[in-house]
């Protein structure tokens, strides 16, 4: 199965290419692209990132772009409620592989803070981001086999809050039952609002996955990827 084989809705432009590497580096050039021209005109940046294994080779080649980094605002859009020297942490993921090289000089700001549960850590993370400029300038989402993306998960009770368009939370707690961990996510008002959204997917896994998602958009609750399967998304898919 291929990109092509799939009818994507008008407006939804494919970035597919042969190899993983091949992806990574187009969408690293594409999102430093973005967030130059941004630079020229606004006083900060905003790049959220999601983690995961597929993203890395992008973090790399991002990381070596040369930008002024030090008025980018980087955080993740979810995080499992994990402490940072976890294997499972996206945190340890994004400072090991993204937050080098040109982009050590970014501004991190960080989803997990102190708090035994995500709901006790609610009020520190909203903190977190009181200052970060919305909309978000620059998103990068992955999905899950199950339509899941950030920490948006079909099975999360809550999910219909987090979903909400009216939704005035930046961030909410999460707790799907299919996942060992407990989740923090941006909602999906600021994700949806990003100037700039990319989904980065490797393998024929999520080729079916994103068919499935097409094949009835309206249920975004069932498969929340669909809420993002609109006009200005670009798929970066590799085999």
């Known amino acids: ?42 006083p900060r940046a905003s790049l959220v990132v999601s983690g995961g294994s597929t993203p890395l080779p992008f973090f790399q080649a991002l990381s070596g772009k040369a930008l002024d980094w030090s008025r980018v605002d980087v955080l993740l859009a979810d995080e499992r409620w994990v402490t940072e020297d976890s294997d499972a942490s996206n945190t340890r993921l994004v400072r090991e592989n993204l937050l080098q090289n040109n982009a050590a000089s970014a501004r991190f700001l960080s989803l997990k803070q102190p708090g035994a549960t995500p709901a006790a850590g609610l009020e520190r993370v909203r903190a977190e981001l009181a200052d970060l400029g919305l909309p978000i300038d620059v998103l990068i989402l992955g999905m899950g086999n199950d339509g899941h993306t950030a920490s948006l ?64 958009p309206d249920q975004v609750l069932e498969m929340p990827i669909r809420a993002f399967l609109k006009p200005g998304l670009q798929v970066f898919w590799s085999p």
């Open 1 to 42: 199965m291929k990109m092509s084989d799939l009818r994507l809705p008008e407006g939804v432009v494919d970035r597919s290419g042969s190899t993983a590497n091949d992806v990574a580096l187009a969408l690293a050039d594409a999102v430093a692209g973005v967030l130059e021209a941004r630079l020229r005109e606004a």
């Open 153 to 216: 998960f079909p099975d999360a009770p809550e999910l219909e809050a987090a979903m909400d368009p009216q939704c005035q939370d930046i961030v909410a707690a999460t707790t799907p039952a299919s996942q060992p961990q407990k989740r923090i996510t941006l909602t999906w008002p600021p994700l949806r609002d990003a100037r700039f959204t990319a989904l980065h997917l490797k393998g024929e896994d999520k080729l079916h996955t994103l068919e499935k998602a097409l094949s009835d």
